[in-house]
């Protein structure tokens, strides 16, 4: 198994440039997580997924939209880039079944975007 | 709404030292608490779950303790390492709700 996959692993953006993060799973994972990551701090919730065709938002979903078509995927779009959008994106994943022993949380490595 | 809180921010210990790492959690409806490991610009390990029904976990080096009436968790590290020295990250999922909510990591350096 792959695990959560995450591409590309550096961007750069002008401001107002849009791209997609993407995010994808082999574990047949229902719940798909997008987090950022600001330089010295903890994880913000972007966007959440909970299986395909439904998403949600998290804590901080101003300036992304994202798409569930398959249990595998789940891309993250900026549209507009601003140089507050700088910051490192997580994608995780989660098994529906929980339970002791069963670690919830999956991630990938990371995509480190710059906007200028 | 549920606010996540890790103290200390940061850490510096001489090796071999016994620490003590805090997270605080303000809604004790959680369903459960996970601890991460993140190394410099590295994505995050997962270390210990705890389930809300639990009030501890050990993994060799690490004991994890939950108090959900009081909202709090704490992480025990025994006889510190130089390999130690990452960020630690706790995270909190809310009964119901499918997210999880991370604190702001307590950074932690192990000296040798």
């Not at chain 1, 440039?17 to 330089?39: E, F, G, I, K, V």
């Not at chain 1, 993250?76 to 997580?90: I, K, N």
């Not at chain 2, 020295?85 to 997210?99: D, P």
Request: glycine residues 10%.
């Amino acid at each position: 198994n792959a695990g959560v996959t995450q591409t590309p692993k550096f961007r750069i953006l002008k401001i107002g440039q849009s791209m997609t993060l993407q995010c994808a799973q082999d574990m047949n994972h229902n719940y798909m997580y997008w987090y950022r990551q600001d330089p010295g701090m903890g994880l913000k919730l972007i966007y959440y997924s909970v299986g395909a065709g439904i998403t949600d938002k998290g804590e901080v979903p101003n300036g992304y939209n994202v798409s569930r078509s398959t249990t595998e995927d789940f891309p993250l779009r900026l549209e507009l880039a601003a140089p507050s959008q700088t910051s490192v994106y997580f994608c995780a994943s989660s098994p529906t079944l929980r339970g002791a022993g069963i670690s919830p949380l999956h991630f990938g490595n990371g995509t480190r975007l710059t906007v200028t | 709404k549920q606010e996540v809180t890790q103290i200390p921010a940061a850490l510096s210990v001489p090796e071999g030292e016994n620490l003590v790492l805090n997270c605080s959690f303000t809604d004790s409806a959680i369903y459960n608490l996970q601890w991460f490991r993140q190394d410099p610009g590295k994505g995050l390990t997962s270390l210990l779950l705890i389930q809300s029904s639990q009030r501890e976990q050990t993994s060799g080096r690490l004991n994890a303790s939950l108090d959900k009436s009081s909202g709090r968790s704490t992480l025990y590290i025994a006889a510190s390492q130089p390999g130690d020295s990452a960020t630690y990250l706790c995270a909190v999922e809310s009964s119901g709700t499918y997210k999880y909510i991370f604190g702001t990591g307590t950074r932690l350096k192990v000296l040798a």
